[in-house]
């Protein structure tokens, strides 16, 4: 885990919930949901991408179409 850096925007009042399998919720297994309004901004509802592990963490890889919408996301954003 690297932590804070200037090329790094902090998404304040992300939830990341360990879900786990319930019938009465819906969940048909275990999973993680990262939870925030403004990442459908990026990745929009019933899109799919990849997750992998690193240090302390893990990231979120984008396809074309999600890069290009980050990069609105952020000019928006920081100017």
Do not use: Q, W
């Not at 932590?3 to 902090?10: L, T, W």
């Not at 304040?12 to 901004?41: Q, R």
């Not at 890889?61 to 990069?71: H, T």
């Amino acid at each position: 885990m690297t932590g804070p850096h200037e090329s790094k925007h902090e998404l304040e009042g992300a939830t990341v919930y360990v879900h786990e399998k319930d019938e009465a919720s819906g969940a048909s297994s275990t999973h993680i949901d990262v939870e925030h309004p403004d990442l459908n901004e990026i990745i929009e509802s019933g899109e799919n991408t990849f997750v992998g592990g690193k240090d302390g963490g893990v990231f979120i890889g984008l396809k074309d179409e999600m890069l290009e919408r980050a990069e609105v996301y952020l000019e928006e954003r920081t100017g």
